[in-house]
C-alpha cells in the first residue's frame, strides 16, 4: 500500500500537520474530527428511579424502572437488589431497565436497590439509587443496607517524562494506552517508535534537510509496520488522530517548518511509545 502526497500543492508553513492528515489515516480535517469528539463527549448524570404510584394494594403487580439522564454512553449494566427488612427478596424478574416483582401477602415496605454501570469510550460511571415501595400499612422502612460494588480496574502509576518540554510525550503513552487494542499495542508502539527515532537521528546528522521528505518516509514506514505486524489502519486511527490536533497546536507555538522544532516533536513521541508496555 502506498500513499502519495503532492507536497508543492500545501502552502507553508501547515505543510507539516497537512501532511500528518494523511499520516495512516485517509483521514479529513482535524477541525472536523475533533468537533465530533466534543459533540459525543460522555455526559454522566445520576440515573432516578421511577414507578407509576407512591403506595400499592396486596395482590398487586409492581414496575420500577430506571430513567437515564446521562447521554453518549455506550453501554449499561444494572444490578437490582430488593430488601424486605433485612432480608433479601429473590423473587423478582429484572429486564434491562426495569424491574417486576409482586407484593406479597401482608402489607410492608420494600426498599428497591439499584446499582447502574455506565460504559463509554475510555471509562465507566457507577451510581446507586433506591426507592421506597410502600404496601398497604407496611412498617416503617428499615435502614438501607450497604450494597456491595466490585472493585474497579487498578489505577495505572503515572509515568513521568522528564525531558519533554511540549508535553508530547505523555500524550502520546496516554492517547496510545487509550485507544489502540492490548492484543497489538506493544508491538505497534515499539515499531512507531523505532521509525520516530530513526528520523530524529537522520535529522540531527543533517542527513535529512527538508520537512516535506521526513514526513513523507516517515509515513511509510509507519505503514510498514503496520502492516509487519498484521495490523491494519483501522487498529490506531484514533491516536494519529488525536495526534494530528496535538501536532497542529504544537506547529502554532513553535512552528515544525523549522527541523529543529520538528526533531523535538520526534523525539518526545518516541519516548512516549517507548514506555508503553
Known amino acids: 500500500m502506498s500513499?502519495?502526497?503532492?507536497?508543492?500543492?500545501?502552502?507553508?508553513?501547515?505543510?507539516?500537520?497537512?501532511?500528518?492528515?494523511?499520516?495512516?489515516?485517509?483521514?479529513?480535517?482535524?477541525?472536523?474530527?475533533?468537533?465530533?469528539?466534543?459533540m459525543n463527549k460522555p455526559?454522566?448524570?445520576?440515573?432516578?428511579?421511577?414507578?407509576?404510584?407512591?403506595?400499592?394494594?396486596?395482590?398487586d403487580t409492581i414496575t420500577v424502572k430506571i430513567e437515564h439522564n446521562a447521554v453518549n454512553y455506550t453501554g449499561t449494566l444494572i444490578k437490582w437488589a430488593i430488601y424486605d427488612g433485612d432480608k433479601e427478596k429473590t423473587d423478582f424478574s429484572p429486564y434491562d431497565d426495569h424491574v417486576i416483582f409482586g407484593t406479597g401477602n401482608a402489607p410492608k415496605n420494600l426498599r428497591v436497590v439499584a446499582a447502574i454501570t455506565y460504559v463509554y469510550k475510555g471509562g465507566f460511571t457507577e451510581y446507586i439509587t433506591s426507592t421506597l415501595v410502600k404496601i398497604g400499612n407496611g412498617p416503617l422502612p428499615p435502614p438501607v443496607p450497604p450494597v456491595p460494588i466490585p472493585p474497579g480496574p487498578p489505577v495505572p502509576t503515572p509515568v513521568v517524562f522528564p525531558e519533554e518540554k511540549l508535553g508530547l510525550s505523555t500524550f502520546t503513552y496516554t492517547s496510545f494506552n487509550k485507544n489502540v487494542d492490548a492484543s497489538v499495542r506493544v508491538k505497534l508502539a515499539q515499531g512507531?517508535?523505532?521509525?520516530?527515532?530513526?528520523?530524529?537521528?537522520?535529522?540531527?546528522?543533517g542527513v535529512k534537510k527538508d520537512t516535506e521528505s521526513v514526513l513523507k518516509e516517515l509515513n511509510e514506514a509507519n505503514l510498514k509496520t503496520v502492516?509487519?505486524?498484521?495490523?491494519?489502519?483501522?487498529?490506531?486511527?484514533?491516536?494519529?488522530?488525536?495526534?494530528?490536533v496535538q501536532l497542529s497546536s504544537v506547529d502554532d507555538k513553535i512552528g515544525l517548518e523549522r527541523l529543529d522544532n520538528l526533531k523535538k516533536c520526534l523525539d518526545e513521541i518516541s519516548a512516549g511509545l517507548k514506555a508503553v508496555k
Open 43 to 59: 455526559i454522566m448524570a445520576e440515573p432516578s428511579i421511577v414507578m407509576s404510584k407512591t403506595s400499592y394494594d396486596i395482590g
Open 3 to 38: 500513499i502519495t502526497i503532492d507536497v508543492p500543492s500545501i502552502p507553508y508553513p501547515k505543510v507539516v500537520f497537512s501532511v500528518l492528515a494523511v499520516l495512516l489515516l485517509g483521514f479529513g480535517s482535524y477541525y472536523g474530527y475533533s468537533f465530533y469528539q466534543e
Open 192 to 205: 512507531f517508535a523505532d521509525n520516530f527515532t530513526k528520523f530524529s537521528g537522520a535529522i540531527a546528522a
Open 227 to 244: 502492516a509487519d505486524n498484521g495490523s491494519n489502519r483501522a487498529a490506531v486511527l484514533t491516536f494519529f488522530s488525536e495526534l494530528q
